[in-house]
């Protein structure tokens, strides 16, 4: 009954979180998660989607906060814990027992069954001050304070495709950052906090350079790892590419999210245009002109739409 009664309270708290997100981020974040999935299973090397497994499981056992209550509660909790690891990691159980590697589906099934019986590891969490990644207003610095255990994450996928020959897990893990590093400009402001600015030239210019500044330097170790494994023309080519579409990208959302109505409607736009549009610049840079164009045209849209905070 106990069992019922926790999966059931486990679907509600899924539920009331998508709600609190909305659909289009609900959307955008399970697309993330299927490209994430679909790298994984393209992979050519056995043991990557199945070390992603067991870390992520790992992390989820060691940070989650209920394991006091259910001892409480259950009298056997680790029973429960071990059903809802098992769930969790039985797709991509399926998935490696289809590709016939059986050992790495044996490897995830045991690290769900013994990894209740894993005490939690307590870490101490020192701010470790890093102006020189960010800057520009405390948005970005707020995003990368939320998000820098992902820009880790991704850093470290990058090396490990780049030990076995697989560039693509590094390009495909620089534009997902290139995107996760626009949810600093994911909420709409006030417009009272303009009136920091001496004026909209000044506006500008701060948005241009900071955009400039955190596009180049967080993508430089991407690039980096990139090119030192596989340099060549077509790389280096994708690289200035991503670097020119992430700048436009940051740019495009400082100046729409002044004249957006709402979130949603922001999240609708960069869903629809931004994202898309980035994407298809990152493998065609003729696309940087037609984004230039976009983001004079909010520029210029902009300055007219706030004329009256400064005069």
Known sequence: MIAVLYFGLRLKQLWRILRRLGVVVSLLLAAFMFLAIYVLIKTSYSWIMPAAVILCLLCYHNERK??????????????LL????????????????????FAAAA???????????????????VPVPLPFLYKGGLEYIRMFRMYGWLYLLLLAVTVIGALHANIRIGK???????????????????RQELTFYLNYSAFQRHLVLSSVWNAVITAVPFVGIIL???FSGDNLLFAVSVISGGILYLCNMGMVRHMSFSSASLAVYQLIVLIPLFFFTCFIPLLLVPFVLINVL????????LKNIWN
């Open 82 to 101: 071990m059903a809802e690891y098992i769930l969790i990691g039985l797709p991509f159980v399926v998935i490696e027992c289809l590709r016939s590697h």
């Open 172 to 190: 495909v893990a620089l534009i997902v950052w290139c995107i996760v590093q626009t949810m600093s400009f994911a909420s709409v402001p006030q």
């Open 107 to 125: 490897v995830v099934m045991a690290t769900a069954v013994l990894l209740p019986k894993l005490k939690t590891v307590k870490m101490k969490s």
């Open 298 to 305: 909010c520029c210029i849209f902009l300055k007219d739409n």
């Open 66 to 79: 209920d394991k006091d209550f259910l001892s409480q509660q259950v009298k056997c909790p680790a029973l």
């Open 228 to 230: 030192s494994f596989s």
